[in-house]
């Protein structure tokens, strides 16, 4: 039985494209089960992750369209329950059985185009998931309630029913829609709905590893209290000042040109690097270093994934199509080295 799960929600925007980058996102982060929506998937559509179970509801047109999927490790104790099927929503669900109690993950799905959702849509649904619960997927709704930028009339009835439910929403408040037009507005779209599980129980963080146009957000889920980790620091107290002095006065240029945004941007970038590298110059390394996570993915291919993440971070500040193009190619050139790894047998 589970002592704690690391859930992720994600939209694929078409599941099977992504095949190869998500059995290295599950790996590298060690998720427990991942709740993804906008599946694409039809009846005949099949997903084979080693190591994981496979549960999807489609939507009812059976079209490759909507749709939702879980994955979870086949180690852990859970059983499959009944899928919530409509047009206007679709959900997978499991129940997991934890050191304390039993319960209901569920990956859902609202499809933008279905306007007409109300409060009472969204109850009968709840009504269906068990005494504790947690739902995550993209709710195409936007409230305040979760940290999205406004507030839709969808939102505003997915928000009484989650009043009337006494249940509460959980988001990183931070965007996870990030439209490729660069005239629209990123925002939060996906987000999870939980009850009957204390705050104090979970915790969650955003992520941007993976290549859609919405990014992943991971929760851990404890049946211990997780507590708020210490804040990580570049210097501690045997830090020599005077050698970070040292560094500092042979590596700070005064004579670089600051006229321009950009040079201003390169200026501060230089600075940030010059006084990272004289800390850690100054500062001996621990005596018992993190132990480094292990497994199977090449160096080349975890050197690709950074350089992916830092790209989209770079593209979600500036929503340049110049830094779209070249996030586009890591994502690109990150595929095409997981298909070399899979055909030589790293996977």
Not at 39 to 56: A, C, E, Q, R, V
Not at 188 to 200: A, E, H, M, Q, V
């Amino acid at each position: 039985m589970a002592k704690f799960l690391r859930l992720t929600v994600w939209n694929a925007n078409g599941i099977l494209k992504h095949k190869e980058e998500l059995q290295v996102f599950l790996q590298d982060q060690f998720i427990d089960t991942m709740l993804i929506s906008e599946t694409h998937f039809t009846d005949i559509s099949f997903l084979n992750i080693p190591g994981y179970k496979f549960y999807h509801a489609n939507h009812p047109d059976n079209t490759a369209h909507a749709g939702t999927v879980i994955l979870i490790k086949s180690t852990t104790n859970h059983y499959p329950l009944h899928n919530y099927v409509k047009d206007f929503l679709q959900a997978t669900s499991i129940r997991v059985k934890t050191l304390l109690y039993e319960i209901t993950v569920s990956a859902i799905y609202c499809p933008p185009r279905y306007h007409n959702i109300k409060q009472q849509d969204f109850l009968d649904y709840f009504q269906t998931r068990g005494p504790k619960y947690i739902i995550g997927g993209d709710f195409n709704c936007k409230h305040l309630l979760w940290g999205s930028r406004l507030s839709t009339t969808r939102g505003r009835e997915l928000a009484k029913a989650i009043h009337a439910t006494n249940c509460f929403p959980l988001s990183t408040d931070t965007p996870t829609y990030w439209p490729a037009d660069p005239g629209k507005v990123p925002d939060l779209l996906d987000f999870y709905i939980t009850y009957g599980i204390s705050k104090s129980h979970m915790d969650i963080e955003p992520n941007y590893d993976l290549s859609s146009d919405h990014t992943p957000m991971i929760v851990t889920l404890s049946t211990n209290v997780i507590t708020v980790p210490k804040s990580l620091k570049l210097h501690n107290a045997k830090t020599n000042w005077q050698t970070y002095r040292n560094v500092l006065d042979t590596r700070i240029q005064l004579n670089i040109s600051l006229k321009t945004p950009e040079e201003v941007d390169v200026g501060m970038d230089e600075l940030t690097t010059v006084l990272q590298e004289a800390t850690r110059q100054a500062t001996p390394s621990p005596r018992t270093p993190l132990k480094a996570r292990v497994n199977n993915i090449t160096f080349d291919i975890k050197n690709i994934i950074l350089e992916k993440r830092n790209a989209r971070k770079k593209w979600h500040h500036s929503h340049s199509p110049l830094d779209k193009t070249f996030f586009n190619q890591l994502s690109n050139r990150l595929k095409k080295k997981l298909k070399e790894a899979q055909n030589t047998s790293f996977f």
